[in-house]
């Protein structure tokens, strides 16, 4: 296949590049609407017990789909005339409109219910509502109101939060952080490729290629919202990834190319020699990188599943793009893809000689790996101990639930929120609403002592329940939170005041699911300390298949790209240990707020969906690496025996020194571009994305100078000759199926 590409490139240059951007413009047209057809949310798994309760509560008890909380602050009190008007005008705004669920608030509700609406010093009440309508409205119905109700009058502020509003500013601050990212990236991305290439031209290829491979992926990711809900977060994904494999992949062609043209090859030979090596290279770097992102749509939560498809179809459209385009690039530009060398004219300006060839074995990566294969162990062991070390924190990584303080602090919804947890008495967010399902034909002495003994267990505020509040297991007074009985339901609601996500709130919870249900009835847990037990168990318990399936692809593709069972095995351990950096990184930053949490509000968790998000990505990419590496390695040692001699340990540590000195530049080079598409996400307002990009940066760096260039050569000297050992069995297969540069058998 990449023969007769390579072949149709030769011969049809512009005819290919003129039908790829054609194709291109198309699927542009129809992928860059995407956008407004992604979701913000996606991160409980749908079909866990508190998913079930958040619809029994918008369709049995008029709770709406997504919360909106309004918030009017008066500079005295809340029930002044002044304050009362403009929350009366609120409110009637909202129920006027046909967008929410019941509006209830600190100027409307019976008094008992109404002081839980009501701020510490009485300067703030609240209006609690829900918006209700498709998900595809939801959004903009949310928008329509805020703009119409929030701002100020007559010294009266009202803002507006709760998840409705975190929903509409996290789109809207995507959207500008995905802006801010394209701004970033590829100016700075050029300028790199400038360094390592020179020519405006060769420099623009690359870019030109990771345009297309993100229109592709985007497209996909249309195509995909028509079936399913998308996070609105793989957009930053694609467009990071898209730009960085995509540069990847056409920098890995081009340095190839150049060096059979420096060998003395014609351009046509150049070409088909690249395809058939650097070309298989990439195709088969594709297919490891896809395949391990792929195993996210094992899990139920829409966001990893959302990641799964932008990692896919990114990386396909990255590679297709790459071999396709590339060599009929170079054909079609043939001399002028070095012209306008800025190196050159650089050189010129300053006074500088032009630089002389070196001998291959003068070269500063053949010389640094020498030297690591000499200091091999105390070298290895100091970056495996460092390795550990940067790792540690994150045995100590709590998970939690995303909420309001994703958003910056100039956001109304995280506002909001921090009001809420700091000057009302009850947190709605802590609240945990429990649902009898089928309560038809229970007594209300049953409902009442189930109520009482929740009311009992340690730490609990309240239980509102349809005969009353519940405290230390007496009734105290009216109900102060939602509760009643509709289409054969009844809904109890708990209050705490214990923060969420800490241990003492998940052993509250597992005290509240110990109590015996009223008659024997089925009951079920709602609220955010329940989503994120949910969300944890969706993940824990598919988690052992997924770290299955990603080790069992690695391992058996690597097997047959080197005919070893040892290489696959090294690059597992070298993976997991290049990402312990990123993994330390998270918790020590974003969870425990170290260096201020990088400008972003740490809370003591970490989102459950990030460390399984960042590890498939992560481990995909690094593996990226790995078979740039690794390939050419093994050209070398396969050269080393074609003479028919016995290979000795003295030919594998040739090999892995001629291996980093002829893709050490290029993996250097593409591992700084890719840093900088994902250091570029640390600009995000989002703190999701922050953390993203920091954790994957960190991978990157880590994983293309310690891990590739230190414990790699160290690793392969150690084990010498076993390095390409397999057991014989193996060795068979390998025979008949192992992959080669040539596109040949693989003989031994």
């Given at each position: 296949?990449?023969?007769?590409?390579?072949?149709?490139?030769?011969?049809?240059?512009?005819?290919?590049?003129?039908?790829?951007?054609?194709?291109?413009?198309?699927?542009?047209?129809?992928?860059?609407?995407?956008?407004?057809?992604?979701?913000?949310?996606?991160?409980?798994?749908?079909?866990?017990?508190?998913?079930?309760?958040?619809?029994?509560?918008?369709?049995?008890?008029?709770?709406?789909?997504?919360?909106?909380?309004?918030?009017?602050?008066?500079?005295?009190?809340?029930?002044?005339?002044?304050?009362?008007?403009?929350?009366?005008?609120?409110?009637?705004?909202?129920?006027?409109?046909?967008?929410?669920?019941?509006?209830?608030?600190?100027?409307?509700?019976?008094?008992?219910?109404?002081?839980?609406?009501v701020s510490a010093d009485k300067r703030s009440g609240l209006i609690v509502t829900g918006i209700v309508g498709p998900e595809s409205r939801q959004q903009a119905?949310?928008?329509?109101?805020?703009?119409?109700?929030?701002?100020?009058?007559?010294?009266?502020?009202?803002?507006?939060?709760?998840?409705?509003?975190?929903?509409?500013?996290?789109?809207?601050?995507?959207?500008?952080?995905?802006?801010?990212?394209?701004?970033?990236?590829?100016?700075?991305?050029?300028?790199?490729?400038?360094?390592?290439?020179?020519?405006?031209?060769?420099?623009?290829?690359?870019?030109?290629?990771?345009?297309?491979?993100?229109?592709?992926?985007?497209?996909?990711?249309?195509?995909?919202?028509?079936?399913?809900?998308?996070?609105?977060?793989?957009?930053?994904?694609?467009?990071?990834?898209?730009?960085?494999?995509?540069?990847?992949?056409?920098?890995?062609?081009?340095?190839?190319?150049?060096?059979?043209?420096?060998?003395?090859?014609?351009?046509?030979?150049?070409?088909?020699?690249?395809?058939?090596?650097?070309?298989?290279?990439?195709?088969?770097?594709?297919?490891?990188?896809?395949?391990?992102?792929?195993?996210?749509?094992?899990?139920?939560?829409?966001?990893?599943?959302?990641?799964?498809?932008?990692?896919?179809?990114?990386?396909?459209?990255?590679?297709?793009?790459?071999?396709?385009?590339?060599?009929?690039?170079?054909?079609?530009?043939?001399?002028?893809?070095?012209?306008?060398?800025?190196?050159?004219?650089?050189?010129?300006?300053?006074?500088?000689?032009?630089?002389?060839?070196?001998?291959?074995?003068?070269?500063?990566?053949?010389?640094?790996?020498?030297?690591?294969?000499?200091?091999?162990?105390?070298?290895?062991?100091?970056?495996?101990?460092?390795?550990?070390?940067?790792?540690?924190?994150?045995?100590?990584?709590?998970?939690?639930?995303?909420?309001?303080?994703?958003?910056?602090?100039?956001?109304?919804?995280?506002?909001?929120?921090?009001?809420?947890?700091?000057?009302?008495?009850?947190?709605?967010?802590?609240?945990?609403?429990?649902?009898?399902?089928?309560?038809?034909?229970?007594?209300?002495?049953?409902?009442?002592?189930?109520?009482?003994?929740?009311?009992?267990?340690?730490?609990?505020?309240?239980?509102?329940?349809?005969?009353?509040?519940?405290?230390?297991?007496?009734?105290?007074?009216?109900?102060?939170?939602?509760?009643?009985?509709?289409?054969?339901?009844?809904?109890?609601?708990?209050?705490?005041?214990?923060?969420?996500?800490?241990?003492?709130?998940?052993?509250?919870?597992?005290?509240?699911?110990?109590?015996?249900?009223?008659?024997?009835?089925?009951?079920?847990?709602?609220?955010?300390?329940?989503?994120?037990?949910?969300?944890?168990?969706?993940?824990?318990?598919?988690?052992?298949?997924?770290?299955?399936?990603?080790?069992?692809?690695?391992?058996?593709?690597?097997?047959?790209?080197?005919?070893?069972?040892?290489?696959?095995?090294?690059?597992?351990?070298?993976?997991?240990?290049?990402?312990?950096?990123?993994?330390?990184?998270?918790?020590?930053?974003?969870?425990?707020?170290?260096?201020?949490?990088?400008?972003?509000?740490?809370?003591?968790?970490?989102?459950?969906?990030?460390?399984?998000?960042?590890?498939?990505?992560?481990?995909?990419?690094?593996?990226?690496?790995?078979?740039?590496?690794?390939?050419?390695?093994?050209?070398?040692?396969?050269?080393?025996?074609?003479?028919?001699?016995?290979?000795?340990?003295?030919?594998?540590?040739?090999?892995?020194?001629?291996?980093?000195?002829?893709?050490?530049?290029?993996?250097?080079?593409?591992?700084?571009?890719?840093?900088?598409?994902?250091?570029?996400?640390?600009?995000?307002?989002?703190?999701?994305?922050?953390?993203?990009?920091?954790?994957?940066?960190?991978?990157?760096?880590?994983?293309?100078?310690?891990?590739?260039?230190?414990?790699?050569?160290?690793?392969?000297?150690?084990?010498?000759?076993?390095?390409?050992?397999?057991?014989?069995?193996?060795?068979?297969?390998?025979?008949?199926?192992?992959?080669?540069?040539?596109?040949?058998?693989?003989?031994?």
């Amino acid at each position: 296949m990449l023969r007769r590409i390579a072949r149709l490139g030769i011969a049809a240059p512009r005819r290919v590049v003129g039908i790829a951007v054609l194709l291109m413009i198309v699927i542009g047209a129809f992928g860059t609407t995407v956008a407004d057809k992604l979701s913000p949310s996606g991160f409980q798994d749908p079909n866990a017990e508190s998913s079930r309760v958040a619809k029994l509560l918008t369709e049995k008890f008029g709770r709406g789909d997504v919360p909106l909380v309004i918030v009017v602050t008066a500079p005295d009190r809340y029930d002044s005339p002044q304050a009362s008007a403009v929350a009366t005008d609120a409110i009637d705004v909202l129920e006027s409109s046909g967008h929410v669920a019941t509006v209830t608030s600190a100027w409307t509700a019976p008094p008992p219910a109404a002081s839980a609406l009501v701020s510490a010093d009485k300067r703030s009440g609240l209006i609690v509502t829900g918006i209700v309508g498709p998900e595809s409205r939801q959004q903009a119905y949310t928008k329509e109101l805020a703009d119409a109700i929030t701002g100020e009058r007559d010294g009266i502020a009202v803002r507006a939060g709760g998840a409705a509003m975190v929903n509409l500013q996290v789109t809207e601050q995507s959207k500008r952080d995905l802006l801010l990212l394209e701004a970033i990236v590829i100016p700075i991305s050029f300028l790199v490729l400038i360094w390592v290439f020179g020519g405006l031209f060769a420099a623009a290829l690359p870019i030109v290629v990771g345009v297309m491979a993100i229109l592709g992926a985007l497209a996909v990711l249309r195509t995909v919202t028509f079936f399913t809900e998308v996070s609105i977060f793989a957009l930053n994904l694609t467009t990071a990834m898209g730009l960085a494999l995509a540069i990847d992949y056409t920098l890995l062609m081009i340095s190839r190319y150049r060096e059979e043209l420096a060998e003395g090859n014609s351009r046509e030979q150049a070409i088909a020699t690249t395809m058939a090596t650097a070309g298989r290279t990439v195709l088969f770097s594709a297919v490891i990188v896809a395949l391990s992102m792929a195993v996210m749509v094992l899990f139920p939560m829409n966001f990893l599943r959302s990641f799964a498809y932008a990692g896919v179809a990114t990386v396909a459209f990255a590679a297709v793009a790459a071999i396709v385009v590339t060599p009929a690039a170079i054909m079609l530009l043939g001399d002028r893809i070095d012209a306008l060398d800025v190196r050159r004219a650089l050189r010129r300006i300053l006074g500088r000689p032009e630089p002389t060839p070196q001998p291959i074995e003068r070269q500063f990566w053949y010389r640094s790996t020498k030297f690591v294969i000499r200091h091999a162990v105390p070298i290895g062991l100091a970056v495996v101990v460092l390795l550990g070390v940067l790792g540690a924190p994150f045995f100590g990584v709590r998970p939690g639930f995303p909420d309001d303080r994703v958003l910056p602090k100039s956001a109304s919804a995280h506002q909001v929120g921090d009001l809420l947890r700091s000057d009302f008495a009850i947190d709605s967010d802590s609240e945990v609403p429990i649902v009898i399902t089928d309560s038809v034909g229970l007594d209300r002495a049953d409902v009442d002592r189930y109520a009482a003994e929740l009311s009992r267990v340690p730490d609990v505020d309240s239980v509102s329940a349809p005969s009353g509040t519940f405290v230390g297991g007496d009734v105290v007074g009216p109900p102060v939170a939602a509760t009643g009985e509709s289409s054969g339901s009844t809904l109890l609601t708990v209050g705490t005041s214990l923060p969420l996500f800490s241990e003492s709130s998940e052993t509250q919870l597992g005290r509240m699911h110990a109590v015996p249900a009223p008659g024997d009835r089925t009951v079920e847990f709602g609220g955010l300390a329940q989503t994120n037990r949910d969300s944890v168990d969706a993940i824990t318990s598919r988690l052992p298949l997924v770290l299955a399936l990603i080790a069992t692809i690695m391992l058996v593709l690597l097997f047959l790209l080197t005919g070893s069972v040892v290489l696959p095995i090294k690059a597992l351990i070298l993976n997991m240990l290049s990402l312990s950096a990123a993994f330390g990184a998270m918790v020590w930053i974003f969870q425990d707020g170290n260096l201020g949490g990088l400008g972003t509000t740490a809370t003591g968790t970490l989102v459950a969906n990030m460390p399984v998000l960042l590890f498939c990505v992560a481990f995909g990419l690094s593996m990226d690496y790995e078979v740039f590496l690794v390939s050419r390695i093994r050209e070398f040692w396969l050269a080393s025996g074609a003479s028919g001699r016995e290979q000795t340990s003295a030919d594998n540590d040739e090999s892995v020194a001629l291996g980093l000195a002829h893709t050490g530049r290029v993996i250097t080079a593409a591992a700084l571009i890719m840093a900088i598409s994902f250091a570029a996400l640390i600009a995000a307002q989002v703190a999701i994305m922050r953390l993203f990009g920091v954790g994957l940066t960190l991978a990157i760096l880590v994983d293309a100078t310690l891990v590739r260039v230190v414990l790699v050569p160290a690793f392969m000297h150690v084990m010498g000759r076993w390095n390409w050992w397999a057991p014989k069995p193996l060795a068979r297969i390998h025979e008949r199926l192992g992959i080669s540069e040539s596109g040949s058998p693989v003989h031994r």
